[in-house]
């Protein structure tokens, strides 16, 4: 028996030795379990929907001897898509010396359709070590086209311009070209404006966004109320509307003319005329500090009474005294005197046609002359007459 256990204990000493010799004879390393580590700082980040994620990770050789192995991306969520790349290639395989590490790039595009929630997948190094990933989506994404304002609503009166600031989204995956429209009402006018320049289409790049400033001028003959003003980007594969919004709150407008309506007088040259103005508040909103200036011919002067007017309420009016003096070198004919009052909401002109009549004085002065001509005619005619 003891013969018997010492004969089987040389026989395994053998195999043991045979074993050994055939693991030392071969060429390929052993890797011992834990030998490569796979390292990134951000292991689970936040994003929105189309970002493009770029991890830097880091191979590290714990072991004695060279390792090699392959390189791949696990579990990688449908829809998304992943690049390894290393020394400015694109890497399927990579090898790391004992006791040194490699640095590579793991690229992951996110999609734009994605549903809110949280992510996972794995950068792994054969079955040698592996480096769980997860990427939380903060919001829903769509393959789309955005229009958005903080400020839709926008209130001001007839003659204001209405400025919206709008952003336009390109939440798909190429560059898009959109042309730019507006549905307004008929006399409203709208124009729009992208990088300091006026813009009837604008381009967007694949998950960008662009800023458009859309200018509203209302209808000369708008009336109270509120307005709505869609807008549109588009083209053939994509489009997106937004409703602008329009208060208005009343309108400015005045009229200058006489009591009588009569826009015409006379005045001696060297003398003066007071005429009445009657200034009317056509509009629905109240007018404040309205003055008068006159734009009249050489040498004439112009004068109001009162010179500003500081309120005048929606449909009421007023009357001004308006003095002219004619200059004492002008001669008899037909002269024109413009007269405007002015708001700072609106404005009113009025032409008069002022017909200078020559002094009486001039008059007999002229009746004398012709006279005393007549008058030698005569002594003329006599004198010689006879001859």
């Known amino acids: 028996m003891t013969r018997f256990l010492r004969i089987i204990t040389h026989a395994c000493l053998a195999l043991m030795l045979c074993i050994g010799f055939l693991i030392a004879s071969t060429g390929s390393p052993v890797h011992a379990a834990g030998g490569l580590t796979l390292y990134t700082t951000y292991t689970s980040i936040s994003v929105p929907p189309g970002e493009s994620?770029?991890?830097?990770?880091?191979?590290?050789?714990?072991?004695?001897?060279?390792?090699?192995?392959?390189?791949?991306?696990?579990?990688?969520?449908?829809?998304?898509?992943?690049?390894?790349?290393?020394?400015?290639?694109?890497?399927?395989?990579?090898?790391?010396?004992?006791?040194?590490?490699?640095?590579?790039?793991?690229?992951?595009?996110?999609?734009?359709?994605?549903?809110?929630?949280?992510?996972?997948?794995?950068?792994?190094?054969?079955?040698?070590?592996?480096?769980?990933?997860?990427?939380?989506?903060?919001?829903?994404?769509?393959?789309?086209?955005?229009?958005?304002?903080?400020?839709?609503?926008?209130?001001?009166?007839?003659?204001?311009?209405?400025?919206?600031s709008v952003n336009l989204s390109n939440r798909t995956a190429e560059k898009q070209t959109y042309a730019l429209t507006a549905q307004a009402e008929k006399g409203w006018d709208v124009t729009f404006t992208a990088d300091s320049k006026q813009v009837s289409s604008v381009e967007v790049d694949p998950g960008a966004d662009k800023s458009i400033t859309v200018d509203v001028k209302p209808a000369e003959n708008v009336t109270q109320g509120t307005f709505k003003i869609p807008i549109r980007a588009s083209n053939q594969t994509t489009n997106s509307e937004l409703e602008l919004e329009a208060v208005i709150t009343g309108k400015y407008s005045m009229e200058l003319t006489t009591p009588s309506g009569l826009l015409s007088t006379d005045i001696k040259a060297g003398g003066d005329k007071t005429v009445e103005l009657l200034v009317k508040n056509t509009g629905t909103a109240d007018l404040t500090n309205i003055n008068f200036t006159s734009t009249a011919p050489t040498n004439w002067e112009v004068s109001f009474n009162p010179k500003t007017v500081d309120k005048l309420a929606a449909g009421k009016s007023t009357t001004v005294e308006a003095k002219l003096t004619a200059s004492d070198k002008a001669i008899a004919g037909d002269y024109v005197t413009d007269i405007t009052a002015q708001a700072a909401e609106s404005s009113s002109n009025a032409s008069f046609r002022v017909a200078v009549k020559g002094s009486v004085l001039w008059g007999w002065i002229g009746v004398l002359i012709i006279l005393v001509i007549l008058g030698g005619i005569y002594v003329l005619i006599r004198k010689y007459g006879r001859r």
């Open 53 to 164: 994620l770029n991890y830097s990770v880091e191979l590290k050789n714990n072991s004695g001897s060279v390792i090699t192995a392959p390189i791949s991306v696990t579990d990688l969520p449908e829809g998304w898509t992943a690049k390894i790349s290393g020394g400015g290639w694109d890497l399927n395989e990579i090898s790391v010396m004992p006791d040194s590490s490699q640095t590579i790039s793991l690229d992951v595009t996110v999609p734009m359709q994605i549903d809110k929630g949280t992510y996972r997948f794995t950068l792994s190094a054969g079955s040698l070590a592996s480096l769980p990933l997860s990427v939380n989506i903060t919001e829903k994404g769509t393959y789309q086209t955005e229009l958005t304002t903080d400020q839709a609503n926008l209130e001001g009166h007839s003659d204001a311009t209405f400025t919206y």
